[in-house]
């Protein structure tokens, strides 16, 4: 579905992201770990078209997406959460919900995407004429990833889902991106919580430093004893 | 105080229609339109040209007729050249907005130029297309102002509806409030700024048309026209679109006062002095938010 | 006198360096060549020159506000205008020598600057851009309707401070003195101050930098420089009027400013006579020449995005580089 061959981005002259190569498959959800700064929300950004990549490309579905604008990327079918939700906060939760399928014509299909929103949401649904701004944190990062859905994407790129949230927050949130899974959306993930990362991650890629030093399975890469002492802390 | 509040309302109407769609420019794209009142002396003159044109035909003598294909003229060019400035010069500078300023600054000079060349530097009168007086709580003034009052109200009531109700609306206060995000969930905020610039100049546009009749137009009435509306902006707060529309009112019923009060030659500083304390004492204007970039 | 002359000696050789370096070449060459302009004999010309270092001063003191400080004023013609029109006061009502009465103006633009920059202290973008366009309104509508200071009239025939030639060269002296002390401001450690302000006010504030002073200081600093600049413009035209307030001389300081290069101080030569120059040879077209002067300015604008200055000079220094054969 999604294919990055030979990224590079640079900020000025620092190197952001060095020979990114990264596949992700229909149907599957993918998780990209690695410590603060490293590069991992730049990498989301590439992907989504908020910044330029100055070398390589990055292809979706058999298309060359490098070159479009963002919202040329969003109409393409990927929808990318962002990190610190990014609401619009002075707008209710429903007029952000109705923002979210801003590319989506079909009447039925929206109707259908409420539903299942507002089935892994529930919460939302109580709050749905209040302003973004005035939800509690977790509130609000239901809300990003519920807007994000809206688009019925065909890749969904969520960062930092549990950044600074409760520990009971977080494995909610957690529990939804799995029951995102089993509809068949596919997600890549970008999280600092290894641990909860590679609970649900099919293929985990580790990026340290703007460069992927490790991928694969969650069984492939405890075996790692470096991966076990920097990020599992075991 | 009947005066007062007759044309204390009418000058807010006018107000309103000027500074709307300066706010929505500002609060979209932050972008500051120095031609924003070169639009109006814009359509201003197409008006007066078209309505002069017009005249020369024999047969055509229904003056309404000729001053609303006038109007439609005019505003049709207003907002292709509002269309067009984004396009062109706002777009490619928007990342530095001194930059806007400059060329919108060189536009607004364009203007005044091309008026003077294309007609002449001598002021023109526009026949009022609403004829006679009315005569409103004991005041008398011209039925025109009466049609620029009904007209602001309509207008204004139908920007705010469709900048709060209709999808375009809603995308403008997405981009206003996070250009990122917006274009995440597939916006063009490209297109939404092309949209309020015209929006804006629309409705300058429509001020020219309802004020500019009964008035005298000039080379250089643009200036005035884009200060008014920079200061109630400022006054209302930068990008707020009720704080704009009370700050016209509140402006326009201030300014009335001082003209009777005090002396109508000080109505020229009076706003700029209630501008200044309001800037000392909430530089964020009326309704305007408490972060300022 | 042993130390004095090796003293001598390395300036002298630190002088020969900067002069074979090319912006040292190009700056002594400009030098030279304006220094040239007064013997060519052409009256006219020399008067057009005047105008242009006259306003080179002005643009550079929005240069050092709004590109160095950050503080971007629209209303810099209230300076420009207070400083004017007490020069003119000065010399024709108490009959005071040109020099001195350019003394007191300035002070007068350094009072105003401090005026208008403390209210003006808490503000920032547009909002800051409107509280200094008030401020020099206001000013043009009290001169305009009040009765003081010659009126709607203004003042008029003051002395001449010299033949042309003799003005000419007062002017460059006044322009180059000028241009040296604010470049010299610019890239000291008041300057280095002005920048880290402009770049991060909140973070300055966070690393000890008061910045409520060093925000005035730069207000006064470029108020001092207008103000010289209005006054040299009076007495070279020999006469006042309120129409010096006009926002018109604001923006003229901001369009000469950025077509040079905003925050460089010596793009302002390049804007001012760029547009003192083009305004001038545009003239012949009578009415046409503003139309065109205006559409030049916003191809300008549009398509020099850091004013022409630079990126005419690193055209040409790849030039000088292939004649030296490197």
Redo the contacts between chains.
Sequence with gaps: MLELKKVYHYYGKAKALEEINLTVEDNSLDAVIGPNGAGKTTLLRAI???EEIDRGRIIFNGERIDEL???EI??RGI??C?ERR??????TVM?NI???A??LKDKAKYSKLLDFVFEIFPRLHERMKQRAGTLSGGEQQMLAIA?SLM?NPKLLLLDEPSLGLAPKVKSRIFEAILQIKQEGTTTLLVEQDAVLAMAVADTIYVLEDGKIEMSGTREELEKEPRIKRVYLGI | MEEILIFGTIQGALLALLALGFSLVYGVGGLLNLAHGAFFLITAYIVYWTIHLLTSIPGLSYYPLVFGIAAVVGLSSVVTIGAVTYLGLMKPLQKSHIGVVLVTFAMAFFFEQFVKFVGDPKTHYIVPVVPGTVTLLGITFPAQLLALVFGSVILVTLVTLFISKSTIGKSIRAVSQDPEAAELVGINTDMVMMTSVMISALLVGFAAVLYAPGNYIAPRIGWGYLLLAFSVTIFGGMGSIPGSILGAYVMGYATTLTDYLISPSFSQIVPLIVILVMLLVRPQGLLGKKRLQ | MMKLQFDWRSRLSRFRVWALSFRGGITLLCLVGLLLVPLTGREYLARIVITAMILTIFAASWDLLAGFAGQVSFGHAAFFGISGYVTAAFVKFVGAPWFLAIFIGTGWAVVFSLLIGIPCLRLKGPYLALGTLAFALILYNLFLTGTWLGGTEGISALPNIGSVFVEFYIMAAFMVASLIIMRAIVDSRLGTILKAIRDDEVGADAAGINTTVYKLVAFMVSGLFAGISGALFVLDITAVNPAVYQPLYSFYAIIMASIGGIATIYGSIVGSFLFTLLSEFLRPLAAASLLIFATLLILIIRFSEEGVMNPFLEHVRDLWDKIRGR
Aim: net charge negative; aromatic share 12%; proline share 4%.
């Design positions: 989504s078209g908020l604008e963002a919202h969003a109409g929808a990318h962002p990014r609401l619009f906060y002075d707008m007029e109705q923002l979210g801003f590319t807007r688009a």
